[in-house]
């Protein structure tokens, strides 16, 4: 991790940018929730297969409460690591992670 993002609370690793341009991991959560609820609408009671980069699963994982930021950190998620997710149309629950890795935190 960069030094300076150490210093951070939870929520400002969360906000914070890598560099100019890039979207923080709130902002990268709140677009990837915003399409699945239009797909959810969409396509309401099928199943759906949504395929993401790590760093956006990464972002999602952390929103719903999954990890806290250093729980993921980069290489965390395999190449092939999915989330299984419900959604009552609103919020997403997570069912099933398969390749995602928490790493333990010690205090």
Do not use: C, Q
């Not at 190449?79 to 790493?103: A, C, H, Q, R």
């Amino acid at each position: 991790m960069i030094a300076w993002r150490e210093t951070l609370s939870e929520d400002g690793k969360r906000a914070s940018k890598m560099n100019f341009g890039y979207e923080s991991d709130n902002d990268i959560a709140w677009r990837l929730i915003t399409f699945l609820r239009e797909v959810a609408v969409i396509y309401s009671g099928k199943t759906l297969l949504v395929v993401a980069h790590g760093s956006i699963m990464r972002g999602l994982l952390m929103h719903l409460g999954f990890a806290m930021y250093e729980e993921l950190p980069s290489g965390s998620i395999e190449n092939t690591g999915y989330m299984v997710l419900e959604s009552d149309g609103v919020d997403f629950f997570i069912k099933e992670t398969v390749g995602i890795n928490k790493v333990k935190i010690e205090n």
